[in-house]
């Protein structure tokens, strides 16, 4: 197949990977290993599902990079740090683009069903939702455990705090304004609709991710990305639950 035989869409696809290639080289987002995964995953994202998923991932990539970048001074001296300087390698890039590559695959098969958008933008909200609440939210020294609301130390695996509850909770507003902005034009989902759902479920699967790491990752069961694939993937089970029961 050679260019001309390729979409707009196709066209439009292979421009953002590239663009989310070298933009996360030039600004060391990713190691390179995390490039060729997100190689694979914006590949498989945008042309198995749709280009518009992957813009989605790109600001949940730079916004999370940023949380992630904030106050990283303080956050070592508390040894809450990212590992590497916040630089993501492959195993970050799987644990929350994997989800929505499976839906993507999901969608190459079984085109045109309604409520694959809602699921594969709503697991992008989880990982943006879960990100923010760890990043900003690890500096609040008023942290209780999702499990017993006992008081435990800033960024404690399982842990909730004021300031991070806010903060998931805006991750998950800024992907839902995505997904409206970028929402099919035959959905049949209202706009209000779309924006209360993808943020709902990005705010709950980020407790989810709180719970997984209470009660399986503190007891090392499951390690730090497993959890957040599993809580990015509990995004796309709650879309098609929501999707069938109330839409």
């Not at 990283?72 to 989800?99: D, H, I, P, T, Y």
């Not at 997984?212 to 509990?234: D, M, P, Q």
């Amino acid at each position: 197949m050679s260019m001309l035989d390729l979409t707009d869409d196709q066209l439009i696809s292979l421009g953002l990977v590239v663009t989310l290639l070298l933009f996360s080289r030039a600004k060391d987002l990713l190691d390179i290993s995390g490039i060729l995964a997100a190689t694979v995953t914006g590949l498989t994202v945008s042309l198995l599902g749709h280009w518009t998923w992957l813009v989605a991932l790109f600001i949940f990539l730079v916004t999370g990079s940023v949380a992630t970048k904030w106050k990283m001074e303080e956050k070592k001296a508390l040894s809450l740090e990212e590992a590497n300087e916040g630089l993501r390698g492959w195993r970050n890039v799987l644990a929350n683009g994997g989800a929505v590559s499976l839906v993507a695959i999901f969608n190459f098969f079984n085109p045109g069903e309604e409520w694959i958008y809602l699921a594969a933008i709503s697991s992008i909200s989880v990982a943006l939702s879960d990100t923010l609440a760890s990043e900003i939210g690890s500096l609040d020294l008023r942290t209780r455990s999702i499990t017993n609301l006992q008081s435990v130390p800033a960024g404690t695996n399982g842990g909730m705090s004021p300031t991070g509850t806010v903060a998931a909770f805006a991750g998950a507003l800024v992907i839902g304004v995505v997904g409206v902005v970028f929402s099919p034009d035959d959905s049949t989902i209202s706009e209000i609709n779309l924006l209360f759902l993808i943020t709902i479920i990005g705010w709950l699967g980020c407790q989810v991710d709180s719970l997984l790491g209470a009660l399986l990752e503190n007891r090392g069961y499951l390690g730090k990305h497993s959890v957040n694939f599993l809580a990015t993937f509990s995004g796309v089970l709650m879309a098609l639950f929501f999707y069938s029961q109330l839409l």
